[in-house]
């Protein structure tokens, strides 16, 4: 006998003594027990990456808001990138201390870690500022009216490339 039909009857009804392979009732079927748990794993990563990457705009929408605005009382804000100072020109009167939320859009992959300065020996500063940072400093305008030239020494060139340099413009 070697029909489908006689190896069914066969496999349904074993002759006395053959050993049945089927699992008892209530064993577990490993390949069916662990679809469930890969969508429950697929599902918290999804979770898991909407939560991270909301963190991440969260922190970068802060963080970029801010960049034309300052929460530094009495500062205004200036930015720097490889593109230069924005603003550039900076006015003061006479002797008057300006304080500057100075940012710095540049990702650290940028030349120099992203670094730029602000340096000036006419006005006596020589500041730094990280990559994707920002930092509170002091610019003291000097007596004499007239245009002071600062510039970022760390990136592009620095004082050579036209583009790195603000003017403080001190009011007569
Ligand atoms: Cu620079």
């Not at 489908?4 to 209530?26: F, L, M, Y």
């Not at 909301?54 to 929460?71: C, E, H, N």
């Not at 500022?129 to 600062?150: C, E, H, I, K, N």
Request: contains cysteine; glycine residues 10%; charged residues 20%.
């Amino acid at each position: 006998m070697t029909t489908r039909a006689a190896k069914r009857a066969h496999a349904q009804n074993p002759a006395p003594g053959e050993i049945r392979t089927a699992r008892p009732r209530g064993a577990a079927r490993p390949s069916e027990h662990s679809r469930p748990s890969k969508l429950r794993v697929a599902a918290f990563l999804a979770v898991a990456a909407l939560v991270i990457g909301g963190g991440i705009y969260l922190a970068g929408s802060v963080f970029m808001g801010q960049r034309d605005k300052t929460t530094v009382n009495g500062a205004m804000a200036v930015g720097v990138s490889m593109d230069g100072f924005d603003p550039a020109t900076l006015n003061a009167k006479p002797g008057q201390t300006l304080t500057l939320d100075w940012w710095n859009q540049d990702a650290p992959m940028h030349l120099t870690n992203g670094v730029h300065t602000l340096v000036s020996d006419k006005l006596n500063v020589r500041l730094e500022l990280p990559a994707q940072s920002r930092r509170t400093v002091t610019l003291t305008a000097p007596m004499t009216p007239g245009d002071y030239d600062f510039w970022c020494d760390s990136c592009c060139g620095g004082k050579d490339n036209p583009k790195m340099h603000g003017t403080l413009h001190v009011e007569a």
